[in-house]
């Protein structure tokens, strides 16, 4: 049996992983960022504390690698929420199961309705995102869903519940062309903590999920960690480790790195650990740093001043004017959302805040015909 990402993360142990990144020197960052080509060990060092003073140096660095690989691009895309229902309990999201909210999932009609009005703000990639309930926003549903926009879009990405590897072989078919699958938190007892009811609830199974879009050939994986639940540095080191094994393994794919940070929303976790604006930053920069191709991209949690910030030092994609309630653009506009939005700007805003910062917006992916506005 071919091995998994499992095999490797097994053979870690958190505590001893976080102890290591906070025990990296100054000397550390400096032989890290004097380095060619970077390693995990000096991933290490530049998400360290020890890196903090280094943080301008970083992003200078992280600026420059982005150009030359990038240019003066950066990509946009629109995310549609096709459903709130939810069969599992997660403490932090406001389509668990346990919250007492008004369930809704779009018709075909309703779909159209949605993608008629992201098309008019020139939308070419958008990401379908549901909770999971695979009765009611099973395969059937997701592949009817694409089926019904793939004329529309140059490239169709996914946010839902992790499938068996025939059920991707089914969605690419019909025209899937990405798959987000955050771990949320590679922290095995605090996960069962925030998972304990559910098909999310398994650990193992989630864990594997880029293991099965890779045996399928999906074009493109998106991985991340939920900062917030667990100690960020390590949670980011077990990305990264996660995200070279995929590189190795599958290496047709391409792959993106997400940042989410715990946002307010219907049952109100507050976070265990704060991620501080600076901090994240730091981490932006130091994957950059580590890998050259890697996709990254900072969503609408983010506010309006950190992402006027953060688009020249290594992100290469940015949502805007995100809606994360199903119907929300059109359809019904005040159902419940998954989260609070943080930079609520319209579209052309935000097109307009990228271009003062000397960036052309991409609508296409990266893979395709680029179409700069």
Request: proline residues 3%.
């Amino acid at each position: 049996m071919r091995k998994t990402f499992q095999t490797i993360f097994d053979t870690y142990n958190w505590e001893d992983t976080l102890a290591n990144i906070n025990a990296k020197t100054t000397q550390d960052v400096e032989y890290a960022l004097n380095k060619d080509k970077k390693d995990l060990e000096d991933f290490k060092a530049l998400i360290s504390p020890a890196a903090k003073p280094y943080l301008e140096q970083m992003a200078q660095l992280s600026s420059s690698i982005t150009k030359k690989r990038f240019g003066n691009t950066i990509q946009m895309y629109s995310p549609m929420y096709l459903s709130n229902e939810c069969q599992n309990i997660c403490t932090y999201c406001g389509f668990s199961m346990t919250n007492k909210i008004p369930r809704r999932t779009l018709t075909d009609e309703e779909i159209l309705k949605e993608i008629k009005y992201i098309k008019s703000k020139g939308y070419d990639h958008i990401l379908l995102v549901t909770g999971e309930a695979n009765k009611t926003v099973g395969v059937d549903y997701i592949a009817n869903a694409i089926k019904l926009i793939r004329s529309q879009f140059a490239n169709i990405t996914i946010e839902v519940q992790p499938l068996e590897q025939e059920e991707y072989e089914l969605l690419i078919k019909n025209g899937l062309y990405a798959v987000l699958v955050y771990q949320e938190t590679y922290h095995r007892e605090e996960y069962k903590k925030h998972h304990p009811r559910g098909k999310k609830s398994n650990f193992n199974y989630r864990l594997n999920t880029p293991d099965r879009l890779g045996k399928v050939g999906i074009h493109k994986i998106g991985l991340g960690a939920l900062f917030g639940l667990e100690d960020w540095r390590a949670d980011s080191f077990f990305t990264a480790l996660h995200l070279k094994y995929l590189q190795k393994t599958y290496w047709k794919t391409k792959y993106s790195i997400s940042f989410p940070r715990l946002r307010p929303h219907s049952g109100g976790l507050e976070p265990k650990v704060e991620m501080t604006d600076a901090d994240l930053v730091q981490l932006i920069c130091a994957y950059r740093l580590l890998d050259e191709d890697v996709e990254l991209s900072i969503s609408t949690r983010e506010s309006q001043l950190f992402r006027n910030n953060i688009v020249n030092l290594g992100v290469t994609s940015i949502s805007a004017e995100s809606k994360t309630n199903p119907g929300g653009y059109v359809v019904e506009k005040q159902s419940l959302e998954q989260f609070e939005i943080s930079d609520e700007r319209p579209t052309e805003e935000i097109s307009q805040m990228l271009r003062s910062n000397g960036l052309e917006v991409v609508w296409k992916d990266w893979e395709n015909n680029w179409e700069s506005s």
